[in-house]
């Protein structure tokens, strides 16, 4: 199946500042790539996607850019919030229409 | 989002009992149900698809005779933990698409003592 890597593992950011998360898939045939955000003992939340034939997409403060050829994909948010932290997770959707996670990211934002 | 409703939230049994959750969905009908699982502070790994009327399938190194999924109806999809021990607590969650986004259930934290 897809393997799908996720840096960094946790990230401390400054109210008002940027967090960049970073991700890597294995298989080119992957073609969708959603983003979600989990609070602690919550489900998961769809907070954007983006479609293999679009390199970049926007949400308010939240933006998502891909590069097919490098198999690699980011979640970018401005202006973070306290309310910004929580455990964020990237995915791909593979062949078979199954979703694949990568490992997380705890990100931190202090007041 | 779509909602997919599960149960129980919460589970704690004795070792060697057989747990079951359950997942529905409540607007529209899901063919196919993912199961995922996820250990405390980790990512969500894919167990398995479930499909309406048929077998469901595994993902590589999931036990099949460990972990019964049923998908008996296009609203409703279920994981049996069989002879549950306490290496399979964990957090179980559903997950179904609606226009090829996938949205989950609100997720089963199983305990097994």
């Known amino acids: 199946g897809e393997n799908v890597e996720q840096h960094p593992s946790t990230l401390s950011v400054q109210e008002g500042d940027s967090a960049v998360i970073k991700c890597t898939y294995s298989?080119?045939?992957?073609?969708?790539f959603p983003w979600y955000k989990q609070e602690l003992g919550k489900r998961p939340q769809l907070i954007i996607d983006?479609?293999?034939?679009?390199g970049e997409k926007k949400d308010q403060r939240i933006a998502v850019t891909l590069n097919k050829t490098a198999k690699h994909f980011s979640l970018h948010i401005t202006e973070t919030q306290p309310e910004d932290s929580a455990v964020y997770f990237c995915?791909?959707?593979?062949?078979?229409?199954?979703?694949?996670f990568g490992t997380g990211t705890s990100l931190t934002v202090i007041p | 989002g779509a909602v997919v409703s599960q149960h129980p939230s919460r589970v704690i049994c004795k070792s060697g009992t057989s747990v079951k959750i359950e997942c529905r969905s409540l607007d529209f009908q899901a063919t196919t149900m993912f199961w995922y699982r996820q250990f405390p502070k980790k990512s969500l790994m894919l167990m398995a698809t479930?499909?309406?009327?048929?077998?469901?399938?595994?993902e590589q190194g999931v036990e099949k005779d460990k972990f019964l999924i049923n998908h008996a109806s296009l609203t409703l999809s279920t994981l049996t933990v069989t002879s549950a021990h306490p290496e399979d607590s964990s957090f179980y969650i559903c997950g179904k698409t609606v226009d090829e986004k996938l949205f989950f259930g609100s997720g089963t934290q199983l305990s097994v003592l």
């Open positions: 995915a791909a959707r593979g062949t078979g229409n199954q979703f694949y």
């Open positions: 298989d080119s045939a992957s073609n969708y």
């Open positions: 983006i479609r293999s034939n679009v």
């Open positions: 479930s499909n309406e009327g048929s077998k469901a399938t595994y």
